[in-house]
Protein backbone atom coordinates (compact mmCIF):
# COMPACT_ATOMS: atom_id res chain seq x y z
CA UNK A 1 0.00 0.00 0.00
CA UNK A 2 3.08 2.56 0.04
CA UNK A 3 3.40 4.52 2.72
CA UNK A 4 0.47 4.61 5.36
CA UNK A 5 0.11 8.56 5.53
CA UNK A 6 1.58 9.15 1.88
CA UNK A 7 -1.67 10.35 0.89
CA UNK A 8 -2.03 13.19 3.51
CA UNK A 9 1.99 14.31 2.96
CA UNK A 10 2.10 14.01 -0.76
CA UNK A 11 0.71 15.44 -3.80
CA UNK A 12 0.21 14.20 -7.08
CA UNK A 13 3.13 15.24 -8.95
CA UNK A 14 3.95 14.31 -13.23
CA UNK A 15 6.82 14.10 -15.19
CA UNK A 16 7.99 16.83 -16.87
CA UNK A 17 8.18 17.67 -20.70
CA UNK A 18 9.63 19.44 -23.18
CA UNK A 19 8.06 23.05 -23.75
CA UNK A 20 5.55 22.87 -27.23
CA UNK A 21 8.19 25.11 -28.96
CA UNK A 22 11.12 22.22 -28.74
CA UNK A 23 9.03 19.38 -29.26
CA UNK A 24 7.56 20.27 -32.28
CA UNK A 25 10.47 20.17 -33.72
CA UNK A 26 10.74 16.45 -33.33
CA UNK A 27 8.60 13.31 -33.54
CA UNK A 28 10.38 11.39 -30.25
CA UNK A 29 8.84 11.00 -26.87
CA UNK A 30 9.10 14.44 -25.03
CA UNK A 31 7.75 13.09 -21.29
CA UNK A 32 10.50 12.78 -18.88
CA UNK A 33 11.03 9.96 -16.46
CA UNK A 34 10.31 10.75 -12.72
CA UNK A 35 12.92 10.84 -10.30
CA UNK A 36 13.69 8.04 -7.99
CA UNK A 37 12.77 9.83 -4.77
CA UNK A 38 9.43 11.35 -5.95
CA UNK A 39 8.40 7.97 -7.76
CA UNK A 40 9.28 6.74 -4.03
CA UNK A 41 6.56 9.25 -2.94
CA UNK A 42 4.05 9.00 -5.75
CA UNK A 43 3.64 5.12 -5.07
CA UNK A 44 3.61 6.22 -1.69
CA UNK A 45 0.32 8.22 -2.17
CA UNK A 46 -1.36 4.09 -2.75
CA UNK A 47 -3.58 3.97 0.33
CA UNK A 48 -5.09 1.04 2.37
CA UNK A 49 -8.17 1.62 0.96
CA UNK A 50 -9.88 -1.68 2.04
CA UNK A 51 -11.35 -2.31 -1.43
CA UNK A 52 -8.86 -1.22 -4.26
CA UNK A 53 -11.75 0.14 -7.12
CA UNK A 54 -8.54 0.85 -9.00
CA UNK A 55 -8.34 -2.99 -9.99
CA UNK A 56 -11.67 -3.55 -10.85
CA UNK A 57 -11.31 0.08 -13.27
CA UNK A 58 -8.46 -1.65 -14.94
CA UNK A 59 -10.11 -3.94 -17.76
CA UNK A 60 -7.14 -6.64 -17.17
CA UNK A 61 -7.08 -6.48 -13.32
CA UNK A 62 -3.77 -5.22 -12.40
CA UNK A 63 -3.26 -6.00 -9.09
CA UNK A 64 -2.11 -2.64 -8.38
CA UNK A 65 -1.92 -1.81 -4.52
CA UNK A 66 0.89 -4.09 -4.50
CA UNK A 67 2.87 -3.36 -7.26
CA UNK A 68 2.84 -0.03 -6.05
CA UNK A 69 3.94 -1.33 -2.46
CA UNK A 70 6.74 -3.00 -4.33
CA UNK A 71 7.69 0.56 -6.10
CA UNK A 72 7.54 2.39 -2.69
CA UNK A 73 10.25 -0.58 -1.15
CA UNK A 74 12.68 -0.08 -3.70
CA UNK A 75 11.92 -4.21 -4.60
CA UNK A 76 12.27 -3.86 -8.69
CA UNK A 77 12.27 -7.41 -9.74
CA UNK A 78 8.90 -8.08 -7.21
CA UNK A 79 7.11 -4.92 -9.12
CA UNK A 80 7.37 -6.16 -12.25
CA UNK A 81 6.54 -9.70 -11.73
CA UNK A 82 3.29 -8.16 -10.26
CA UNK A 83 2.82 -6.36 -13.11
CA UNK A 84 3.88 -8.81 -16.05
CA UNK A 85 1.01 -11.35 -13.95
CA UNK A 86 -1.83 -9.68 -15.63
CA UNK A 87 -0.36 -7.29 -18.32
CA UNK A 88 1.90 -8.20 -21.01
CA UNK A 89 2.79 -4.89 -22.24
CA UNK A 90 2.93 -2.40 -19.36
CA UNK A 91 5.16 -0.82 -22.07
CA UNK A 92 2.58 0.28 -24.15
CA UNK A 93 -0.51 0.86 -21.09
CA UNK A 94 1.77 3.37 -19.41
CA UNK A 95 2.28 5.53 -22.30
CA UNK A 96 -0.91 5.31 -24.39
CA UNK A 97 -3.80 4.24 -22.11
CA UNK A 98 -6.42 6.92 -20.75
CA UNK A 99 -5.51 5.23 -17.16
CA UNK A 100 -9.61 3.99 -16.23
CA UNK A 101 -7.98 2.63 -13.11
CA UNK A 102 -7.04 6.05 -12.12
CA UNK A 103 -10.78 7.30 -12.18
CA UNK A 104 -11.54 4.22 -9.79
CA UNK A 105 -8.72 5.23 -7.56
CA UNK A 106 -10.47 5.75 -4.22
CA UNK A 107 -8.08 8.76 -3.44
CA UNK A 108 -9.76 10.67 -6.53
CA UNK A 109 -12.91 10.85 -4.74
CA UNK A 110 -11.72 13.90 -2.97
CA UNK A 111 -7.84 14.52 -4.24
CA UNK A 112 -5.75 13.73 -7.39
CA UNK A 113 -5.57 10.14 -7.54
CA UNK A 114 -2.49 8.03 -7.82
CA UNK A 115 -0.55 7.82 -10.85
CA UNK A 116 -0.88 4.28 -11.83
CA UNK A 117 0.02 4.78 -15.26
CA UNK A 118 3.21 7.05 -14.43
CA UNK A 119 4.45 4.54 -12.31
CA UNK A 120 3.45 1.42 -14.62
CA UNK A 121 5.92 2.64 -17.22
CA UNK A 122 8.46 3.39 -14.83
CA UNK A 123 8.56 -0.38 -13.37
CA UNK A 124 8.41 -2.10 -16.92
CA UNK A 125 11.19 0.68 -17.86
CA UNK A 126 13.33 0.10 -14.94
CA UNK A 127 12.95 -3.66 -15.20
CA UNK A 128 14.25 -3.76 -18.94
CA UNK A 129 17.37 -1.06 -17.92
CA UNK A 130 17.83 -3.73 -14.98
CA UNK A 131 18.08 -6.84 -17.11
CA UNK A 132 15.04 -8.54 -15.42
CA UNK A 133 13.19 -8.83 -19.01
CA UNK A 134 14.48 -11.48 -20.86
CA UNK A 135 13.06 -13.97 -23.40
CA UNK A 136 11.92 -17.31 -21.99
CA UNK A 137 10.86 -19.93 -24.15
CA UNK A 138 8.79 -22.56 -23.14
CA UNK A 139 10.47 -25.73 -22.06
CA UNK A 140 7.75 -28.29 -23.04
CA UNK A 141 5.95 -27.69 -26.54
CA UNK A 142 2.32 -29.34 -26.92
CA UNK A 143 2.55 -30.17 -30.60
CA UNK A 144 -0.47 -27.37 -31.27
CA UNK A 145 -0.20 -24.95 -34.02
CA UNK A 146 -2.10 -21.72 -33.76
CA UNK A 147 -2.48 -18.93 -36.32
CA UNK A 148 -2.84 -14.92 -35.02
CA UNK A 149 -4.42 -13.23 -37.75
CA UNK A 150 -3.28 -9.47 -36.72
CA UNK A 151 -0.61 -8.06 -34.89
CA UNK A 152 -2.23 -5.16 -32.89
CA UNK A 153 -2.25 -5.11 -28.89
CA UNK A 154 -5.01 -7.85 -28.54
CA UNK A 155 -3.04 -10.44 -31.59
CA UNK A 156 0.16 -9.86 -29.42
CA UNK A 157 -1.25 -10.58 -26.55
CA UNK A 158 -2.79 -13.78 -27.63
CA UNK A 159 0.39 -14.94 -29.39
CA UNK A 160 2.38 -13.79 -26.28
CA UNK A 161 0.23 -16.50 -23.94
CA UNK A 162 -0.59 -18.73 -26.12
CA UNK A 163 3.49 -19.47 -26.37
CA UNK A 164 3.33 -19.68 -22.76
CA UNK A 165 1.21 -22.32 -22.71
CA UNK A 166 3.42 -24.15 -25.46
CA UNK A 167 1.97 -23.98 -28.58
CA UNK A 168 3.31 -22.87 -31.57
CA UNK A 169 2.41 -19.80 -32.75
CA UNK A 170 2.80 -17.92 -36.29
CA UNK A 171 1.70 -14.47 -36.24
CA UNK A 172 -0.10 -12.75 -39.65
CA UNK A 173 0.15 -9.36 -40.34
CA UNK A 174 -0.73 -7.32 -43.64
CA UNK A 175 1.73 -4.93 -43.24
CA UNK A 176 5.66 -4.94 -43.42
CA UNK A 177 5.98 -4.47 -39.64
CA UNK A 178 4.00 -5.88 -36.98
CA UNK A 179 2.31 -3.51 -34.12
CA UNK A 180 -0.90 -2.83 -36.06
CA UNK A 181 -2.20 0.52 -34.55
CA UNK A 182 1.01 0.50 -32.29
CA UNK A 183 2.95 0.76 -35.50
CA UNK A 184 1.17 2.65 -37.81
CA UNK A 185 -1.54 4.45 -36.05
CA UNK A 186 -0.07 6.24 -33.08
CA UNK A 187 2.24 8.66 -33.66
CA UNK A 188 6.09 8.35 -32.42
CA UNK A 189 5.95 11.44 -30.01
CA UNK A 190 3.32 9.31 -27.73
CA UNK A 191 4.73 5.57 -28.30
CA UNK A 192 8.24 5.68 -29.63
CA UNK A 193 8.91 2.60 -32.46
CA UNK A 194 11.81 1.18 -30.90
CA UNK A 195 9.20 0.33 -28.06
CA UNK A 196 7.31 -1.66 -29.89
CA UNK A 197 10.22 -3.15 -32.01
CA UNK A 198 12.04 -4.29 -28.15
CA UNK A 199 9.00 -6.30 -27.66
CA UNK A 200 8.60 -7.79 -30.90
CA UNK A 201 11.92 -9.01 -30.67
CA UNK A 202 11.49 -10.53 -27.66
CA UNK A 203 8.55 -12.34 -28.27
CA UNK A 204 10.52 -13.66 -31.41
CA UNK A 205 13.37 -14.43 -29.19
CA UNK A 206 10.56 -16.80 -27.41
CA UNK A 207 9.60 -18.92 -30.14
CA UNK A 208 6.79 -16.90 -31.69
CA UNK A 209 7.38 -16.86 -35.67
CA UNK A 210 5.81 -12.84 -37.90
CA UNK A 211 5.32 -13.26 -41.18
CA UNK A 212 4.41 -9.94 -43.05
CA UNK A 213 2.98 -8.79 -45.91
CA UNK A 214 0.79 -11.57 -45.25
CA UNK A 215 -3.27 -10.71 -45.89
CA UNK A 216 -5.27 -13.70 -45.15
CA UNK A 217 -7.70 -13.83 -47.81
CA UNK A 218 -5.77 -12.18 -50.19
CA UNK A 219 -2.16 -13.46 -50.50
CA UNK A 220 -2.28 -16.12 -47.99
CA UNK A 221 -5.10 -18.92 -48.35
CA UNK A 222 -7.52 -19.39 -46.25
CA UNK A 223 -7.89 -22.84 -46.84
CA UNK A 224 -4.00 -23.07 -45.38
CA UNK A 225 -4.73 -21.78 -42.03
CA UNK A 226 -7.66 -24.07 -41.66
CA UNK A 227 -5.64 -27.24 -42.72
CA UNK A 228 -2.00 -26.37 -40.98
CA UNK A 229 -3.38 -24.74 -37.56
CA UNK A 230 -5.74 -26.97 -34.78
CA UNK A 231 -6.79 -23.06 -34.03
CA UNK A 232 -7.34 -19.38 -35.46
CA UNK A 233 -7.58 -16.37 -33.53
CA UNK A 234 -8.91 -13.10 -35.62
CA UNK A 235 -7.41 -10.12 -34.18
CA UNK A 236 -7.81 -7.98 -37.35
CA UNK A 237 -9.05 -4.83 -35.25
CA UNK A 238 -11.56 -2.54 -36.71
CA UNK A 239 -10.28 -0.58 -39.28
CA UNK A 240 -13.40 0.94 -41.43
CA UNK A 241 -13.48 4.40 -40.61
CA UNK A 242 -16.65 6.70 -40.19
CA UNK A 243 -17.17 9.02 -43.05
CA UNK A 244 -19.36 11.54 -44.05
CA UNK A 245 -21.21 11.42 -46.96
CA UNK A 246 -21.98 15.04 -47.47
CA UNK A 247 -21.33 17.27 -50.76
CA UNK A 248 -18.59 18.36 -52.01
CA UNK A 249 -16.80 14.57 -49.87
CA UNK A 250 -14.82 13.87 -53.41
CA UNK A 251 -12.97 17.39 -52.69
CA UNK A 252 -9.03 17.23 -52.75
CA UNK A 253 -7.76 17.75 -49.67
CA UNK A 254 -10.44 15.29 -47.52
CA UNK A 255 -8.86 12.03 -46.14
CA UNK A 256 -9.39 9.78 -42.95
CA UNK A 257 -7.17 10.50 -40.37
CA UNK A 258 -5.70 7.10 -40.18
CA UNK A 259 -4.55 7.54 -43.60
CA UNK A 260 -2.73 10.61 -42.70
CA UNK A 261 -0.71 9.12 -38.85
CA UNK A 262 0.08 5.93 -40.97
CA UNK A 263 2.06 8.19 -43.46
CA UNK A 264 4.17 9.80 -41.00
CA UNK A 265 4.75 7.11 -39.38
CA UNK A 266 6.06 5.83 -41.86
CA UNK A 267 8.43 8.99 -42.69
CA UNK A 268 9.39 8.95 -39.24
CA UNK A 269 10.30 4.80 -39.78
CA UNK A 270 11.99 5.33 -43.06
CA UNK A 271 9.93 3.60 -44.73
CA UNK A 272 8.43 4.47 -47.97
CA UNK A 273 5.12 6.06 -48.78
CA UNK A 274 3.47 4.07 -51.37
CA UNK A 275 0.32 6.34 -52.05
CA UNK A 276 -0.48 9.99 -52.38
CA UNK A 277 1.36 11.98 -49.64
CA UNK A 278 -0.71 14.11 -47.03
CA UNK A 279 1.12 16.93 -45.47
CA UNK A 280 -0.15 19.54 -43.25
CA UNK A 281 2.50 22.18 -44.45
CA UNK A 282 1.35 25.86 -44.63
CA UNK A 283 -2.03 24.60 -45.05
CA UNK A 284 -5.32 25.67 -42.99
CA UNK A 285 -6.44 22.11 -40.80
CA UNK A 286 -9.73 21.17 -39.79
CA UNK A 287 -10.08 17.81 -37.67
CA UNK A 288 -13.67 16.21 -37.88
CA UNK A 289 -13.58 14.32 -34.26
CA UNK A 290 -12.40 15.26 -30.84
CA UNK A 291 -10.81 11.94 -29.35
CA UNK A 292 -7.01 10.55 -29.20
CA UNK A 293 -7.15 10.23 -33.29
CA UNK A 294 -8.54 13.83 -33.63
CA UNK A 295 -6.07 14.92 -31.31
CA UNK A 296 -2.74 12.71 -32.53
CA UNK A 297 -3.71 14.85 -36.19
CA UNK A 298 -3.00 17.87 -34.37
CA UNK A 299 0.37 16.95 -33.25
CA UNK A 300 1.25 15.26 -36.33
CA UNK A 301 -0.34 18.58 -38.40
CA UNK A 302 1.71 21.02 -35.98
CA UNK A 303 4.82 19.14 -36.73
CA UNK A 304 4.47 19.19 -40.57
CA UNK A 305 3.96 23.38 -39.89
CA UNK A 306 0.63 23.81 -40.49
CA UNK A 307 -0.98 27.45 -41.06
CA UNK A 308 -3.79 26.57 -38.28
CA UNK A 309 -5.18 23.51 -36.89
CA UNK A 310 -8.92 23.85 -35.87
CA UNK A 311 -10.69 20.32 -34.41
CA UNK A 312 -14.57 20.31 -34.27
CA UNK A 313 -16.52 17.83 -32.38
CA UNK A 314 -20.45 17.58 -32.91
CA UNK A 315 -20.83 16.98 -29.18
CA UNK A 316 -20.93 19.14 -26.89
CA UNK A 317 -18.04 20.23 -24.73
CA UNK A 318 -17.48 18.22 -21.79
CA UNK A 319 -16.95 19.35 -18.17
CA UNK A 320 -14.04 19.31 -16.56
CA UNK A 321 -15.20 17.73 -12.88
CA UNK A 322 -16.94 15.15 -12.58
CA UNK A 323 -21.05 15.58 -12.55
CA UNK A 324 -24.12 13.84 -10.89
CA UNK A 325 -23.85 11.48 -13.90
CA UNK A 326 -20.76 10.49 -13.95
CA UNK A 327 -19.92 8.84 -9.81
CA UNK A 328 -17.15 8.08 -9.15
CA UNK A 329 -15.87 5.22 -9.71
CA UNK A 330 -17.02 5.61 -12.62
CA UNK A 331 -15.23 6.50 -15.97
CA UNK A 332 -15.76 9.91 -16.36
CA UNK A 333 -16.43 11.72 -19.83
CA UNK A 334 -14.62 15.05 -18.74
CA UNK A 335 -13.18 17.76 -21.12
CA UNK A 336 -9.56 16.47 -22.28
CA UNK A 337 -6.50 18.57 -23.29
CA UNK A 338 -3.64 16.73 -24.27
CA UNK A 339 0.15 17.53 -24.99
CA UNK A 340 -1.06 17.96 -28.43
CA UNK A 341 -3.74 20.86 -27.82
CA UNK A 342 -0.76 22.40 -25.50
CA UNK A 343 1.26 22.34 -28.52
CA UNK A 344 -1.69 24.96 -30.80
CA UNK A 345 -5.39 24.09 -31.76
CA UNK A 346 -8.43 25.76 -31.69
CA UNK A 347 -11.21 23.65 -30.54
CA UNK A 348 -14.77 24.15 -31.02
CA UNK A 349 -17.90 21.66 -29.59
CA UNK A 350 -21.49 21.21 -31.12
CA UNK A 351 -20.71 21.82 -34.23
CA UNK A 352 -22.28 19.67 -37.51
CA UNK A 353 -20.43 19.76 -40.53
CA UNK A 354 -22.65 20.61 -43.77
CA UNK A 355 -20.11 20.49 -46.96
CA UNK A 356 -17.02 20.25 -48.52
CA UNK A 357 -16.68 23.42 -50.67
CA UNK A 358 -14.06 22.77 -53.66
CA UNK A 359 -12.67 25.64 -56.29
CA UNK A 360 -12.75 25.15 -59.91
CA UNK A 361 -9.88 22.46 -60.13
CA UNK A 362 -11.37 20.03 -57.29
CA UNK A 363 -9.10 21.10 -54.77
CA UNK A 364 -10.57 21.80 -51.16
CA UNK A 365 -10.55 25.49 -50.18
CA UNK A 366 -12.89 25.75 -47.24
CA UNK A 367 -15.75 24.14 -44.78
CA UNK A 368 -19.23 24.99 -44.38
CA UNK A 369 -20.66 24.01 -40.84
CA UNK A 370 -22.99 24.72 -38.50
CA UNK A 371 -23.96 25.14 -34.83
CA UNK A 372 -25.98 22.66 -33.22
CA UNK A 373 -28.02 22.76 -29.60
CA UNK A 374 -28.40 19.30 -27.81
CA UNK A 375 -31.84 17.92 -26.15
CA UNK A 376 -29.89 16.53 -22.94
CA UNK A 377 -31.73 13.77 -20.65
CA UNK A 378 -31.94 15.28 -17.68
CA UNK A 379 -32.16 11.69 -15.53
CA UNK A 380 -29.19 10.05 -17.01
CA UNK A 381 -27.12 13.08 -18.60
CA UNK A 382 -27.29 11.78 -22.25
CA UNK A 383 -27.75 13.52 -25.06
CA UNK A 384 -31.03 12.72 -27.20
CA UNK A 385 -30.51 14.85 -30.25
CA UNK A 386 -29.71 17.76 -31.95
CA UNK A 387 -31.10 20.60 -33.79
CA UNK A 388 -29.39 23.01 -35.93
CA UNK A 389 -29.13 26.85 -35.10
CA UNK A 390 -30.86 28.67 -37.03
CA UNK A 391 -28.21 31.22 -38.64
CA UNK A 392 -24.90 30.17 -37.57
CA UNK A 393 -23.55 28.39 -40.50
CA UNK A 394 -20.05 29.20 -41.40
CA UNK A 395 -17.35 28.64 -43.87
CA UNK A 396 -13.75 27.82 -42.68
CA UNK A 397 -11.12 28.40 -45.17
CA UNK A 398 -8.86 24.93 -45.39
CA UNK A 399 -7.00 23.06 -47.54
CA UNK A 400 -7.34 19.74 -45.41
CA UNK A 401 -9.65 17.85 -43.61
CA UNK A 402 -9.14 15.49 -41.31
CA UNK A 403 -11.92 12.87 -40.81
CA UNK A 404 -11.10 11.56 -37.11
CA UNK A 405 -14.69 10.03 -35.92
CA UNK A 406 -13.61 6.51 -34.99
CA UNK A 407 -14.13 3.45 -36.70
CA UNK A 408 -17.37 1.22 -37.56
CA UNK A 409 -16.79 -2.62 -37.95
CA UNK A 410 -13.60 -4.73 -39.09
CA UNK A 411 -12.75 -4.82 -43.24
CA UNK A 412 -15.58 -8.05 -44.58
CA UNK A 413 -14.16 -8.10 -47.14
CA UNK A 414 -10.90 -10.73 -47.42
CA UNK A 415 -10.68 -12.95 -44.81
CA UNK A 416 -14.07 -12.67 -43.07
CA UNK A 417 -16.26 -13.09 -46.04
CA UNK A 418 -14.63 -16.09 -46.95
CA UNK A 419 -14.09 -17.90 -43.52
CA UNK A 420 -17.77 -17.01 -43.74
CA UNK A 421 -17.65 -16.28 -40.09
CA UNK A 422 -21.01 -14.82 -38.42
CA UNK A 423 -21.23 -10.93 -37.51
CA UNK A 424 -23.26 -9.31 -34.57
CA UNK A 425 -25.68 -6.62 -35.54
CA UNK A 426 -22.88 -3.85 -35.46
CA UNK A 427 -20.93 -5.57 -37.98
CA UNK A 428 -18.32 -7.10 -35.57
CA UNK A 429 -17.09 -10.76 -35.35
CA UNK A 430 -19.38 -12.76 -33.85
CA UNK A 431 -18.25 -14.38 -30.66
CA UNK A 432 -19.60 -15.07 -27.26
CA UNK A 433 -18.47 -13.10 -24.23
CA UNK A 434 -16.45 -14.65 -22.16
CA UNK A 435 -15.64 -17.51 -24.70
CA UNK A 436 -14.56 -15.75 -27.57
CA UNK A 437 -15.63 -18.52 -29.55
CA UNK A 438 -17.10 -17.92 -33.33
CA UNK A 439 -19.67 -20.15 -34.77
CA UNK A 440 -16.70 -22.24 -36.49
CA UNK A 441 -15.70 -23.84 -33.60
CA UNK A 442 -11.89 -23.54 -33.91
CA UNK A 443 -11.85 -19.80 -34.83
CA UNK A 444 -11.97 -17.59 -32.00
CA UNK A 445 -11.91 -13.79 -32.02
CA UNK A 446 -10.38 -11.24 -30.01
CA UNK A 447 -10.22 -7.00 -29.24
CA UNK A 448 -11.88 -4.37 -31.72
CA UNK A 449 -12.74 -7.20 -34.25
CA UNK A 450 -15.10 -8.66 -31.85
CA UNK A 451 -15.98 -5.65 -29.04
CA UNK A 452 -15.61 -2.75 -31.96
CA UNK A 453 -13.17 0.43 -31.07
CA UNK A 454 -12.13 0.39 -27.71
CA UNK A 455 -9.05 1.18 -25.49
CA UNK A 456 -5.99 -0.57 -25.91
CA UNK A 457 -6.19 -2.40 -22.30
CA UNK A 458 -9.39 -3.83 -23.36
CA UNK A 459 -7.11 -4.78 -26.44
CA UNK A 460 -4.64 -6.62 -24.18
CA UNK A 461 -7.43 -8.21 -22.11
CA UNK A 462 -8.92 -9.77 -24.60
CA UNK A 463 -6.28 -11.25 -26.29
CA UNK A 464 -5.21 -12.80 -23.05
CA UNK A 465 -8.66 -14.53 -22.42
CA UNK A 466 -9.11 -15.73 -26.01
CA UNK A 467 -6.02 -17.48 -25.35
CA UNK A 468 -6.96 -18.80 -22.51
CA UNK A 469 -9.87 -20.04 -24.33
CA UNK A 470 -8.22 -21.41 -27.08
CA UNK A 471 -5.75 -23.62 -25.06
CA UNK A 472 -8.68 -24.75 -23.24
CA UNK A 473 -10.06 -25.91 -26.70
CA UNK A 474 -6.80 -27.40 -27.66
CA UNK A 475 -5.94 -28.91 -24.49
CA UNK A 476 -9.32 -29.65 -22.02
CA UNK A 477 -8.18 -27.23 -19.77
CA UNK A 478 -6.06 -24.28 -19.41
CA UNK A 479 -3.19 -23.17 -16.33
CA UNK A 480 -3.17 -19.35 -18.16
CA UNK A 481 -4.45 -16.80 -15.87
CA UNK A 482 -7.77 -15.69 -15.98
CA UNK A 483 -8.32 -12.05 -14.98
CA UNK A 484 -10.79 -12.64 -12.79
CA UNK A 485 -7.72 -14.66 -10.07
CA UNK A 486 -5.49 -12.30 -8.43
CA UNK A 487 -3.08 -13.99 -10.39
CA UNK A 488 -0.57 -12.76 -8.09
CA UNK A 489 0.12 -14.10 -4.69
Same mark, same amino acid.
Given at each position: ??????????????????????? &????? !? @??????????????????????? @?? =????????????????????????????????????? #???????????????????????????????????? @?????????????????????????????????????????????? $?????????????????? =????????????? !? !???????????????? +????????????????????????????????????????????????? $????????????????????????????????????????? #????????? &??????????????????????????????????????????????????????????????? &???????????????????????????????? +???????????????????????????? #?????????????????? !????????????????????????????
Amino acid at each position: MGKVTGFFEYERVSPSKQVPQER &LNHYN !E @FVSLLPSDELNRQSGRCMDCGVP @FC =QSGCPLGNVIPEFNDAVYQGKWLQAAEILLSTNNFPE #FTGRICPAPCESACVLGINKSPVSIEEIEKHIIEIA @FEKGYIKANEPLIRTGKKVAVVGSGPAGLAAAAQLNKAGHEVVVYE $RDDVAGGLLRYGIPDFKL =QKDVVERRIKLME !E !EGITFQYNANVGENVE +ISTLLRDYQAIVLAGGSTIPRDLNLPGREAKGVHFAMDFLKQQNKRVGG $RKVETEEILATGKNVIVIGGGDTGSDCIGTSNRHGAKSVTQ #FEIMPMPPQ &LRTAHMPWPSYPMLLKITTSHEEGAQRAWSVNTKEFIKDEQGNLKALKVVDVEWDIDAATGRP &LGFKEVPGTEKEYPCELVLLAMGFLHPQKEGL +IEKLGVELDERGNVKAVEGQYQTNIPKI #FAAGDMRRGQSLVVWAIS !EGRETARKVDEHLMGFSKLPSKDAVAYA
